[in-house]
């Protein structure tokens, strides 16, 4: 069962969590819930405190407000699961959308974010190369079949059929679904970037038709302490792209110290 939050409107955000050390926030992308980030959040549980919650509207959690289904207010979301889990700042990493609700995160509340981490995600939809409308309506579908090739590698799929039905399974309204897709569609943090504290890193897929690689290059620039990396792979980069998690891994575990050299007296 999850624990939930309480957000500004009295909506109940439910969130999990998982692992002990440093506490990673991990935030999904448009209308995905806790579950679709499967061994990805396993992993880092290894080495973190790992907390996961469903967006309003999505899973476990409440509906809410209307007003409330923008990037910005989602972000107040994520500060009160981090208020009910009884953390003052924590690693945040936001894959699509919920990158975008963690620029508005560090941006508008950056003493809560320790490290940052973008995946396949944009500062706003009129930076950069412009988005297919094919890749759109194929997205919109609810078809399965013309979703998955944006997300994921054709072999990988085959051979990870639970971690891809786990990613695409979720309850959510019509309401919701129209709620987080105007959400994403109207994101537009670019003037907020550059009062982004935390030192960031941004993951990108080469071949991302939901989000061109030229979307991210603008969202890196804008960022005082990012750097941008890509790599061979599409949307859903950081389960199907065993690179990307080294890459987070090795970017949020802390760096040791040097090791004394005991020198022998002359």
Do not use: N
């Not at 924590?90 to 974010?113: F, I, K, N, T």
């Not at 504290?197 to 979307?215: F, I, K, M, N, S």
Request: hydrophobic fraction near 45%.
């Amino acid at each position: 069962m999850p624990d939930y939050a309480i957000a500004d409107d009295g909506a109940r955000i439910a969130f999990a969590e998982r692992g002990t050390g440093v506490p990673v926030l991990l935030i999904a992308g448009q209308a995905t819930g806790m579950h679709g980030w499967g061994p990805f959040a396993d992993a880092l549980a290894e080495d973190f405190r790992v907390i996961v919650f469903d967006h309003r509207g999505i899973g476990a959690s409440d509906l809410g407000e209307a007003g409330r289904y923008t990037t910005r207010a989602f972000a107040q979301d994520a500060v009160a699961v981090l208020d009910a889990a009884g953390v003052s700042a924590a690693h945040v990493v936001g894959h699509s959308m919920g990158g975008r609700v963690a620029q508005w995160l560090a941006a508008d509340d950056p003493e809560r974010v320790r490290r940052l981490v973008l995946i396949a995600t944009t500062a706003s939809d009129r930076s950069g190369e412009k988005r297919d409308p094919a890749v759109i309506a194929d997205l919109l579908s609810g078809d399965r079949a013309r979703m998955t090739p944006l997300f994921f590698d054709a072999d990988w799929v085959v051979a990870h059929p639970e971690t891809v039905d786990a990613f695409f399974t979720r309850t959510a309204t019509r309401e919701a679904l129209r709620g987080h897709f105007a959400a994403s569609r109207d994101h537009d943090a670019r003037e907020a970037l550059a009062g982004i504290r935390a030192e960031t890193l941004v993951l990108h897929g080469d071949h991302d038709a939901l989000t061109p690689l030229a979307q991210a290059r603008p969202l890196a620039e804008a960022i005082p302490h990012a750097t941008l990396r890509a790599f061979d792979a599409g949307h859903g980069l950081h389960l199907d792209t065993p690179e990307v998690l080294t890459a987070v891994r090795e970017f949020l575990l802390p760096v040791p110290p040097p090791r004394a050299t005991v020198r022998p007296r002359p």
